[in-house]
């Protein structure tokens, strides 16, 4: 992993000194501009780091076009660079006369594409003028969000860069410490296990389990094993993967204001999710944000232009939230399993916006504000959340014949085996819950009361103990960061 290599924490290292012991920091263009070309240098291969630039420089030429022509060339900006896109990141449905398979797969493609269409929109509908050449490719290739975001927006980006480190430099410090305990610590852990399932799903057992005696108790058909097993490894992994690019999230944001550049969360705290839209406006936000800002509400908007008839509001609102999840799906990987996944998000948004408008008008506001937080209807709620998306992006790990199997079973017999691990799941999550608060509640009141037992200093220590034992144990090695393949 990146992150964990001794040239990158030599490079971190001098960054932080290069923007602090200037008055500038990363105000000064020129210096940022330097870290971020040096950045491509050390660890990117060459023809990567060309290809990115290339896509990132027609990216800009685009936008000035956009500005001088105005709406033909805006259409056309945006158009050229999605085809450039999805030449460059191969496709499955491409010919494969124009598929390029020998292009190595470029990191930060993807990242480079929301802030460079981000940049043609606003540009096209007058929203602010073009930033120069250097600002546009210190915004679009910045080296604290390049591998996997999280995504800002120009302006917000310019208005984060700071003077200082913003309040105790112990703050982001400890984040960084949490971000490579999760993912040399924990993620590690949690992968092997859920590799293990993945091995026995093929088996089709667990070592003590009697799988035809619980198909036969649940009414599904006898070889169910692969889709049960299967699916305790796809809960696995998602834990996995929130660990993965949550502690990745952790580094680069503990990282980039220690520089004096304040990058937006991406996580809030997704385990309090009880419905599938809920989750994805705690998860990744910063993507989301973006699909809702660029993709969604404009095509909610055309869609009412045409229908503005009340009984059309949810035919809309479904459509365009399907639109979107769709596209979601197809931004993660070029495969056929990712238009797959895209599907099933989509359908996962329609039924889930559908449901809570059928509830609001059955119930009314209050009594189903009510519903949401009885315990009796929330475990079952988050189980099925949970289920279903770590069903769907098993597109992202299991290997397509793997992830076709896996829904073609569920489809059948073994929806009743699903069924019994979303309640399974939905009680786990809600002991997660109460423990997470417990502990939370019992410092907070420690703190007030000064009997907080550790200080933030000694609290860093330990971690980076725990972090060096980690290293030292060297049980399979530190995973990739999944998201940087997207």
Known sequence: MLFFT???????????VATNIT????????????????????????????????FTVWGYAMLRACQMKGRPAGIFGIISTLVLFVTLKKYSFLPANIRFNALPAIIGLSYVLFRVLHLIVDTYQERGPAPGL????????????????????????????GDRVQGDAMLPLSRICNGFLKTMLLAPVVLSASLWFKNQAHVGALPGVNFRAISRALGARADAGFALISIIAALVWTVFLYL???????????????CRLDLPENFDGPIRANSFLDFWNRWHMSMTGWFKTYLFTPSLKWLTVRRPQREFILFNTVTALGISFLLMGLW??????????????????????????????????RRMTALGQSTWYRVPAAGLTFAYTAVVIGAFWMGTPDYLRLLRDMAGPSIVIFAALCVMTGVSVEVMRYAVDTTVTLWTAAKVRGLAPISPSASIAIRLNLLLLAILADYGGVPDFVYKGF
């Not at 546009?136 to 917000?156: E, I, M």
């Not at 998000?345 to 506001?365: D, F, I, K, M, P």
Request: glycine share 10%; aromatic share 14%; hydrophobic share 50%.
């Open 23 to 54: 008055s500038t920091g990363l105000s000064n263009t020129t210096l940022y501009l330097v870290i971020n070309v040096s950045f491509l240098v050390l660890f990117f291969g060459r023809l990567e780091a060309v290809l990115l630039v290339a």
């Open 332 to 365: 993660h990987g070029p495969g056929w399993a990712f238009g797959i996944c895209g599907l099933l998000l989509a359908l996962g948004a329609a039924v889930n916006q559908s449901y809570r408008e059928l509830l609001r008008r059955r119930l009314g506001s």
């Open 244 to 258: 993965n690019f949550s502690g990745y999230t952790d580094i680069v944001i503990g990282w980039a204001r220690l």
């Open 134 to 161: 250097r600002r546009y490719l210190n915004y679009s290739l910045s080296c604290f969000s390049l591998v996997s975001g999280p995504f800002q927006r120009f302006a917000d980006h310019e208005a984060s860069i």
């Open 6 to 16: 001794l040239p990158f924490l030599l490079f971190a290292t001098l960054t932080v």
